[in-house]
């Protein structure tokens, strides 16, 4: 699958976040809310990275879980 293909994919599985491949490789996502106090105290990051697609969407499946448990809103 091609970058393009997989940016869009992450992208859409997770909109509240900004997804991009940086030019050393590495995949990147951004929240595009900032964390509440308690969601930082739990430890949710802002940004997460991982060295490939799946990677990443296994980091910001953790990330939402963890937001959740925070604040099940």
Known sequence: MSVDRHLAEIARAYP???IWRSDAG????????PL???QREAGCAMTVDA???????EKLRE???????VDPG
């Open 51 to 57: 060295d490939d697609p799946e990677g990443l969407q």
């Open 36 to 38: 509440t106090a308690a």
């Open 26 to 33: 590495r995949w990147w996502a951004t929240r595009h809310h």
């Open 63 to 69: 990330q939402e879980e963890l937001a959740r448990s």
């Open 16 to 18: 509240d976040w900004t």
